[in-house]
C-alpha cells in the first residue's frame, strides 16, 4: 500500500519497555525516522537509521530494521511517564531523500 | 538553540476569511515544508520548497497557497478559509539532503468557524 502504517494506541506500565511498530512502503527508502511529539509541541527527532543497518541502539531507545518484511520498531526499554508521547515512524521518499513520508502516530500512554 | 518559529500558537478565523500562517527558520535550511496534522490520518504533506521562490504541491495542496520570498521564511496561505481547515498545522525545515531529519516548529491549531 501507499501508507506507512502504526497502530494508534500502546499503553505499558512505567518501568516496562515498550515497543512501537511500523511498516513502511518504499523498499529503495535509505533512511527510516522517529519522531516523538509531546503534547501541545511540534514533532522532535528521536531517532534515524540508515537502510543498510539492521539494529541502532541509542541510550533507552533501539530501532529495528527488517529491509524484507519493510518492518521498523523502536524499543523503549524503562519506559517512563515521560515518554508518554506520539512517536511518528517516517520514510525517507523521492529519488534525492530529501522528502518524507509519515505515519499516522502511536499514543504511547505510561500508566504508574 | 536552532529553532523554527510559527507566528501563531491558536488562531480562530471566519469562513471565508484570508488567513496567513507564517515559518521563520534560523538555520539556513534550504527545505520548508507545511504540513497539517489530524488525528488518525498523521502529518499530511501540503507544499514544500526547495529554495526562494519555488515551491512544489504536496500530497493535499487544494485551498492552499504558500510564498517564499526569503530563505528563511515560508507562509502558507488560505485564499478562503473553510471549516474543513481546522487543524493543526505544522512547518519543518531541514537541509537539501535531510538525513539528518526535519526541524519542527511547535505547530498553529487553526480552528475556522
Known amino acids: 500500500g501507499e501508507d506507512v502504517e502504526q497502530s494508534l494506541f500502546l499503553s505499558v506500565r512505567e518501568g516496562d519497555s515498550s515497543v512501537i511498530n511500523c511498516t513502511y512502503t518504499?523498499?529503495?527508502?535509505?533512511?527510516l525516522y522517529w519522531y516523538k511529539q509531546e503534547p501541545g509541541a511540534g514533532l522532535q527527532l528521536l531517532t534515524y537509521?540508515?537502510?543498510?543497518?539492521d539494529m541502532k541502539q541509542d541510550q533507552r531507545l533501539t530501532v529495528l530494521l527488517n529491509k524484507k518484511d519493510k518492518h521498523l520498531s523502536l524499543r523503549i526499554a524503562d519506559t517512563q511517564t515521560g515518554d508518554s508521547a506520539i512517536y511518528f515512524c517516517a520514510e525517507s521518499i523521492r529519488d534525492n531523500n530529501n522528502d518524507m513520508r509519515f505515519g499516522a502516530g502511536t499514543r504511547l500512554t505510561v500508566k504508574p | 538553540d536552532v529553532k523554527v518559529t510559527q507566528s501563531s500558537r491558536y488562531l480562530v478565523k471566519r469562513t471565508g476569511e484570508k488567513v496567513f500562517l507564517e515559518c521563520v527558520q534560523d538555520?539556513?535550511?534550504?527545505?520548508m515544508f507545511w504540513y497539517r496534522q489530524d488525528p488518525g490520518l498523521g502529518l499530511r504533506l501540503i507544499y514544500f520548497?526547495?529554495?526562494?521562490?519555488?515551491?512544489e504541491k504536496g500530497d493535499i495542496p487544494e485551498g492552499y497557497s504558500v510564498s517564499r520570498e526569503k530563505k528563511e521564511r515560508f507562509s502558507l496561505i488560505l485564499e478562503s478559509a473553510s471549516t474543513n481547515q481546522t487543524s493543526m498545522y505544522l512547518c519543518a525545515s531541514s537541509l537539501l539532503q535531510v538525513h539528518y531529519g526535519y526541524t519542527f516548529g511547535s505547530g498553529t491549531r487553526l480552528t475556522v468557524v
Open positions: 518504499d523498499s529503495s527508502s535509505t533512511y
Open positions: 520548497s526547495y529554495d526562494v521562490k519555488m515551491k
Open positions: 538555520m539556513d535550511h534550504e527545505n
Open positions: 537509521i540508515f537502510s543498510n543497518m
